[in-house]
């Protein structure tokens, strides 16, 4: 990840900001399956090629492969969400942090990367007054799009703006 080291501050900012305030009061399968649906439907409007995958540490509750992904988009989105439920913080935002200090999940963590991915789009499932209980996930895209697909879907369904969370333009 090559990026100028104010542009990382800046999207390490907001993306805490959206950690912060895209808060479920419950969540459960039938907001699993409705936040799912959004996404998929979002992505078929853009044509995107992406899978989606929600879960929570102990079960999966929505995944879908669109035309365009491969079995890697699957094994990416499970990688990426095993970082959101070891960190409790989104993928993006964890690559960021390691992308600045210039390390990795091996270096830092010994976290074998055949399990972990610390690239962008998969967002906690922040429950209020518990903390992080699963993961959002989209993997097909460039990482930062996959984040701010997850997160433009994730606020319209928390009754937000979208632009209210888009990290700055480059």
Known sequence: MT??????????????????????????????????????????????????????????????????????????????????????????????ALARRGSDLVAEQGLALRDYASHGGSFPINLRGTGCIGAITVSGLPQRDDHALVVEVLAEALGFSPAEFALPAR
């Open 3 to 96: 990026q100028h080291p104010d542009a990382i501050e800046r999207d390490l900012a907001v993306i805490a900001d959206q950690e912060a305030r895209l808060v479920f009061e419950t969540f459960g399968p039938a907001t699993a399956w409705d936040i799912g649906c959004r996404l998929k439907v979002r992505a078929e409007e853009k044509g995107l090629g992406v899978t989606i995958d929600i879960r929570t540490a102990t079960r999966p509750l929505f995944h879908v492969a669109l035309d365009g992904t491969s079995p890697d988009n699957t094994d990416w989105a499970r990688r990426k969400s095993n970082v959101v439920l070891h960190f409790g913080r989104s993928s993006y935002r964890i690559g960021l």
